[in-house]
Nanobody, 124 residues
Framework: QVQVVESGGGLVQAGGSLRLSCAAS????????MGWFRQASGKEREFVAG????????SYADSVKGRFTISRDNTKNTVYLQMNSLNPEDAAVYYC?????????????????WGRGTQVTVSS
């Protein structure tokens, strides 16, 4: 079983930045693709960004491309989401998820392990 724990959420003004972190347990972190998803109130959970096991491939939702950056440190079993130029539409609970293999995917059903989420609030 893999445990996934997010941190770094909070309240930020529009135009500001936040960095989310996600720590995953287990010895096989580099063998797992990781993803960030978000769910705003009353909406479905949506893909934000993903990264392959090695970190060599990344993918972003169009709505965050150019503003968010996903990265990982396999020596620390941690994946990050740097969020810049935040706007109120980015407000949501952000979830980190892990796959059982190295391949980057964009759908929620393709991820096997999930954290409990961290709240991001953006004030206008």
């Amino acid at each position: 079983q893999v445990q996934v724990v997010e941190s770094g959420g909070g309240l930020v003004q529009a135009g500001g930045s936040l960095r989310l972190s996600c720590a995953a347990s287990g010895r096989t972190f580099s063998s797992r693709a990781m993803g960030w998803f978000r769910q705003a109130s009353g909406k479905e959970r949506e893909f934000v960004a993903g990264i392959s096991g090695s970190g060599g491939r990344t993918s972003y939702a169009d709505s965050v491309k150019g503003r968010f950056t996903i990265s990982r440190d396999n020596t620390k079993n941690t994946v990050y989401l740097q969020m810049n130029s935040l706007n109120p539409e980015d407000a949501a609970v952000y979830y980190c998820a892990a796959r059982r293999d190295i391949f980057l995917r964009r759908e929620t059903f393709e991820y096997d392990y999930w954290g409990r989420g961290t709240q991001v609030t953006v004030s206008s």
